[in-house]
Each structure stands twice: as structure tokens, then as C-alpha cells.
């Protein structure tokens, strides 16, 4: 069963770094989402992207933030300089595109530690 | 901003059907409702979703109500790889548009 694919998994970076996050969507879908999940709280939009463009970002994807598609596969968030609070489970997900209402797929998650 | 209610957690027998219900008393003509989960601190898992119907696929039930403003989802035989937190997210099927999670449903299956 095809699945979103994020890595790395578990990433721990120093204060003011730059990290980059790294997915590989669903073959042939067309819609891209970031999520994060800060522990113990809700899973948080960050922001979509479809057809090579920002569609929607929240409030949370300021500046220092900023998503790319560098090739016909991948899916990146950049954190220009972390900080503290930007410690988080990071979720990619994917979505077809057909008429109708359809679900969004999930990857497993990078834990971002932020020291 | 939140457009359902959910209880906070529920309580399930192993082998016995959970009901968990959703208010969604504002919801549009045009939006879905979509249920997820997700188990410990894993990726949101794709649950079901509908518009007006009812739906069944191999891993649960929705019961959508003719007013639409509720909906339950129903998860036949609860087993106890079934606790998870229960997402119930209503939205409009259009480019882009997020799925908005809430503070859901902490479903404890009990042996």
C-alpha cells in the first residue's frame, strides 16, 4: 500500500541552525500539507502547497519557514533558524486529486529536538 | 477555529462496538466529515468520511444523522490496538483546504 514517507525520523539540531525536513508523497497525488504537533497539544495546520504553489499557511508559518518541491518527488519544510519552541513532531501529508471529498495520508512523523 | 464537539475520552470493552459521537451543529452543505486517529504519537490515520450518507469501509462505521449536525463513528469490535485519539474534522473539499484537528476523542479500549 503506498505510503508517505518522511525523513529523518528523529533529527536534534542546535539553536539558531537550519534544518531541513524531508518527505516523499503519495505518487500522483497533487496536494502537499505540513503539519506539526508541539507534545502534549493538537495537531496544528503549518501549511498546503498544489501546483508548485502555497495554497494556505497559518499564522505559525512565518519567515522562517518556507516549503519546496526540488524535484517530481519531494517535499521539504526548511526552519531557517530554529529555536526552542520549534521542537515538534513535524507531519507530511498528501491528497489526491478527484472530485469529491477525499482523505488526506499521513507520514509517521519527524521528532524535531531543538537544544 | 473548532467547527465540532467531541467528548474528551471514552471508555471501550475489548471486543465490544465504540460509539463515538461528534457535534458538528454549523456544519455547510457542501462540507464533509472526515474521522481520523492517531496512536500514541504516530502520523493521523484516515479513518472514513462522508457527505450526507452513511459509510462503511473495512475499519468502521459512520452514521451520519439526516440533519447532519451529528455523526458517530463506529468502530465494530473494539480491540485494543483501537486506543488512539479520535479526530472528527468537518471541511470543504477544495484545493488546498486543511484539515482542521481538534482536541478529539482519548479512546481507551479495556480488556
Known amino acids: 500500500e503506498p505510503e508517505v514517507t518522511q525523513t529523518p525520523s528523529h533529527q536534534v539540531t542546535q539553536m539558531g541552525q537550519e534544518v531541513i525536513l524531508r518527505c516523499v508523497p503519495i505518487?500522483?497525488?497533487?496536494?502537499f500539507y505540513w503539519y506539526r504537533q508541539i507534545l502534549g497539544q493538537k495537531v496544528e495546520f503549518l501549511v498546503s502547497?498544489?501546483?508548485?504553489?502555497?495554497?494556505?499557511k497559518s499564522e505559525i508559518f512565518d519567515d522562517q519557514f518556507s516549503v519546496e518541491r526540488p524535484d517530481g518527488s519531494n517535499f521539504t519544510l526548511k526552519i531557517r533558524s530554529t529555536k526552542l519552541e520549534d521542537s515538534a513532531m513535524y507531519f507530511c501529508?498528501?491528497?489526491?486529486?478527484?472530485?469529491?471529498?477525499?482523505?488526506?495520508?499521513f507520514g509517521q512523523g519527524t521528532r524535531l529536538t531543538v537544544v | 477555529d473548532a467547527k465540532t464537539t467531541q467528548p474528551p475520552s471514552m471508555d471501550c470493552a475489548e471486543g465490544r462496538a465504540a460509539n463515538l459521537p461528534c457535534n458538528h451543529s454549523t456544519i455547510s452543505g457542501n462540507e464533509y466529515v472526515y474521522w481520523y486517529r492517531q496512536i500514541h504519537s504516530q502520523g493521523p490515520q484516515y479513518i472514513i468520511h462522508g457527505l450526507k450518507n452513511n459509510e462503511t469501509n473495512e475499519m468502521a462505521s459512520l452514521i451520519i444523522t439526516e440533519d447532519r449536525k451529528s455523526s458517530t463513528l463506529i468502530l465494530p469490535h473494539a480491540t485494543l490496538r483501537d486506543t488512539a485519539v479520535y479526530y472528527c474534522i468537518v471541511r470543504v473539499e477544495g484545493a488546498g483546504n486543511q484539515f482542521y484537528f481538534g482536541t478529539g476523542t482519548s479512546l481507551t479500549v479495556i480488556p
Open positions: 501529508a498528501s491528497r489526491p486529486l478527484l472530485s469529491g471529498g477525499t482523505e488526506a495520508f
Open positions: 502547497f498544489y501546483n508548485n504553489e502555497i495554497s494556505e
Open positions: 505518487s500522483n497525488h497533487l496536494y
